[in-house]
């Protein structure tokens, strides 16, 4: 039983303070967050050639026009969705990774460049749906003397999720010996 936006949280009462390590916990969840973006930045213009495509930089226009129309979106609907179960944030984290999973096991397995130029838009709107909430969760649980601290921990875990997962194409063609070079196009666009 969902209740109505009046009956939401207003924050005029006085929200506890967090320990560093429940800062930390809250913020844990941006390091999968920009993993997922950065094994997309690292990977997706290898899988467009392998299919053929020839237009890189056109295809990658999905990914912030996505950004652009999502974003907003997703954050004024999580401002304004309430359920005493899930609470204000968590249905969009739930439904954003889910989707986002997914699309990140099926994009390297499509076989046509349209399939991938839709799961890039697919993968990227479902990050986006899980990243907007998840931001203004500092400002939603944090005391405003430690929002700093709380948008710290965020910027750490993005930072370390971007430099390992964009450095997993480098790992696995030097430590594995797995190719990292398109091979000639199996697929053509008419």
């Known amino acids: 039983m969902a209740t109505s936006v009046a009956a ?21 969840g941006f390091l999968g967050i920009q993993f997922g973006f950065a094994l997309q930045n690292a990977n997706v213009s290898r899988i467009f050639e392998t299919l053929g ?6 295809y990658w226009l999905a990914a912030p026009l996505t ?12 401002d304004r969705t ?17 989707l986002a999973s997914l699309a990140l096991f099926v994009m390297p397995n499509v076989s046509a460049l349209w399939m991938a130029v839709g799961m890039l838009w697919i993968m990227d ?10 931001r203004a969760l500092v400002g939603d649980l ?4 430690q929002r700093t601290t709380g948008f710290a921990a965020q910027t750490f875990f993005i930072g370390v999720g971007a430099v390992v997962a964009s450095s997993l194409p480098w790992m696995f063609t ?5 190719a990292n070079t398109a091979p000639p196009a199996k697929f053509r666009l008419p």
């Open 174 to 178: 030097n430590w594995f010996g797995i």
């Open 142 to 145: 944090l005391p405003g003397d």
């Open 82 to 98: 309430w359920s005493p179960r899930w609470g204000r944030r968590r249905p969009f984290f739930l439904i954003g990774a889910i």
């Open 53 to 58: 495509g020839t237009e890189i930089a056109l």
């Open 8 to 28: 939401a949280p207003t924050g005029t009462h006085e929200k506890p303070r967090l320990s560093f390590w429940q800062i930390w916990n809250m913020s844990f």
């Open 125 to 134: 709107s479902s990050i986006n749906i899980s990243m907007e909430p998840f």
């Open 67 to 78: 950004g652009m129309l999502v974003q907003p979106i997703i954050g004024y609907m999580s």
